[in-house]
């Protein structure tokens, strides 16, 4: 079957006079039927996603990645999609017209991966991360007795052998730099198996399970090592494939994962403007806190004041309980009852890949559990420059921005909302220009709405970030339909995103295998014209907390389904 073009699904043949005259809501129950078959074989396909969401009925079961199973998969997903487009959005509720869209641009995304992205054929870490993730889910969180979570492991780490088996039949268009990203990790992932997952089980007394899980646990080290060997031998030598999409399949993945689907020329000029933009907003606000040095030094100086390791979470702790009371008092978004994030430290297993992150149960999730916002503290054993070097990324302004974005009013408080999103749908599936383009506009709503009563200094960092993931944006496009290289994107991220180099080849290689982040800024964009949108609509109704509580109560659909659900239409303009 021939791939579902991304750019023409979302529009339904004419109905016919007979549907025509169907009153709305009349096709809703057969759609949600249909929506929750679609739901139950993504869970069956993907447990490790389904245990991380919170649905527990799979987690013995191991990811299948063979080649019969991808393929059974796309032909599922064609077939889905067929009968979605056959569904007559007149016949719908406006909810339920916007989880079909929805689901038609997921199954479009899921066929393009699968059928012409090909990832798996591609890059090496597909399946050495899926391996290391199959058991972070089941250990990350207590949703069941210890004894329960590791049985299931024990069944997972039973397949990964022969998981990882698979990769050596199907990576038949290796990409030298993701083949050197997998092998730079391995040995990270089997210190993780050796050192973390015990770990992760040590209340465990039943010695024989123990024993079994010391057995299976070696397995997959020993599959690890040799898939590393593999790749060093075989794959490396012949990996001449290219990581870069081209212009017509990024296109095809921008309008199925985002509904985006403006010519990619107009939205590199739309990149770059708003990163002049904030450029220029950087250098003011440099020569606010010290005309005397250059912008790149006046950050240098900033990053220097910092808590010490010790302070760090306490330090944390505080600056959430304050953000929060500034959305309180200046009625920024309404806040459902609930704990206050806590902080704590990023577990050992979190920490080589994450220095801040939220950890949040899964919105199917029975067990209540915490939410925690864990924070990677320097290595002890490092030396005190090392640690004080550490210590500049956790500068006061940099960790304000960035609970901002991880905490309040952003990913913590979408996952206080996403147990009652309108619909299943919404909670499995969701657009990355929503969700990370909620919390990147949340950094600059909030200083934009006077928090830290105007201190250039946390203007700063706002614009340090803003001007990363605007480097993200024009990186995303150049290095996949342009022709730039990951050495020219390292340049770009040193010179026009103000990062260190270390980072920005960190940032540079990301852009590699995430060809379309820059929906950090492309949400960011869109989220603040719907607002003006939104406002001109409301008239004299308009509050911001009214704005931000309607968006966020409808889950993280593309963004101009939420134009849809709040304005009436998706025929404004996104951007401008």
Not at 477 to 494: C, N, P, R, S, W
Request: net charge negative; with cysteine.
């Amino acid at each position: 079957m021939a791939v579902l073009p991304a750019c023409q699904t979302s529009t339904s043949s004419p109905a016919t006079p007979a549907t025509r005259t169907a009153a709305a809501g009349s096709g809703d129950p057969a759609f949600r039927a249909l929506a929750g078959a679609i739901l139950e074989d993504r869970y069956t396909r993907h447990p490790s996603a389904a245990t991380d969401l919170g649905i527990h009925k799979y987690d013995a079961v191991m990811d299948d990645m063979t080649q019969a199973a991808i393929t059974a998969e796309a032909d599922a997903l064609n077939a889905f999609a067929a009968r979605l487009i056959g569904i007559d959005p007149a016949t719908l509720t406006l909810d339920a017209q916007l989880d079909r869209e929805q689901l038609i641009r997921a199954m479009d995304a899921g066929i393009l991966d699968n059928r012409v992205i090909r990832r798996w054929a591609k890059d090496p870490d597909v399946y050495s991360s899926a391996v290391t993730n199959a058991a972070y889910v089941i250990m990350k969180r207590k949703f069941a007795p210890a004894e329960e979570r590791l049985r299931a492991l024990v069944e997972r780490e039973k397949k990964i052998p022969a998981f990882l088996g698979e990769a050596r039949k199907s990576l038949d268009q290796p990409v030298k730099i993701f083949t050197e990203i997998a092998i730079e990790q391995i040995d990270g992932n089997v210190a993780f198996f050796r050192n973390d997952v015990p770990a992760a089980f040590n209340e465990v007394k039943d010695k024989e399970l123990l024993a079994e899980f010391a057995q299976t646990n070696s397995g997959v080290m020993l599959a690890l090592a040799s898939y590393k060997s593999w790749l060093q031998k075989d794959v490396l030598p012949r990996a001449s494939g290219s990581y870069a999409l081209g212009a017509e399949v990024y296109a095809k993945a921008l309008a199925a994962n985002e509904m985006i689907e403006l010519p990619l020329d107009e939205l590199s000029k739309i990149a770059e403007a708003n990163r002049q933009q904030n450029e220029a907003a950087f250098q003011a606000t440099a020569r606010q806190i010290d005309a005397g040095k250059t912008p790149d030094a006046v950050l240098a100086a900033m990053e220097r004041e910092h808590p010490k390791p010790s302070e760090l979470l306490k330090t944390s702790q505080d600056a959430l309980d304050a953000i929060r009371q500034f959305i309180v008092d200046k009625s920024i978004l309404t806040i459902p009852p609930s704990d206050p994030a806590r902080v704590k430290e990023t577990p050992p297993f979190m920490r080589s890949t994450s220095s801040a992150s939220m950890d949040t149960p899964g919105p199917f999730e029975p067990a209540r559990l915490e939410a925690f916002y864990n924070m990677t503290l320097p290595d002890p054993r490092g030396s005190a420059a090392a640690q004080e070097d550490y210590m500049k990324s956790w500068y006061y302004a940099e960790l304000s921005n960035v609970s901002v974005h991880e905490v309040y009013p952003g990913h913590y408080i979408q996952f206080l909302y996403a147990k009652s999103y309108p619909s299943d749908v919404r909670k499995v599936y969701g657009a990355s220009s929503n969700s990370e383009g909620w919390a990147h506009y949340a950094e600059q709503m909030m200083i934009d709405e006077g928090f830290h009563a105007g201190d250039p200094k946390y203007r700063l960092a706002q614009l340090q970030d803003a001007l990363l993931r605007n480097v993200r944006f024009i990186a995303g496009i150049a290095m996949h339909t342009k022709g730039m290289t990951v050495e020219d994107a390292t340049k770009l991220f040193e010179t026009q995103g103000h990062q260190p180099h270390a980072i920005s080849v960190q940032e540079a290689k990301r852009g590699a295998g995430d060809p379309l982040y820059g929906y950090y800024t492309m949400g960011k964009l869109m989220i603040l014209k719907l607002r003006r949108d939104y406002q001109t609509k409301m008239g004299s109704a308009y509050s911001l907390q009214k704005f931000h509580d309607a968006y966020i109560k409808l889950g993280p659909l593309p963004l101009p389904l939420v134009r849809k659900a709040l304005l009436g239409d998706t025929s404004g303009a996104l951007f401008n």
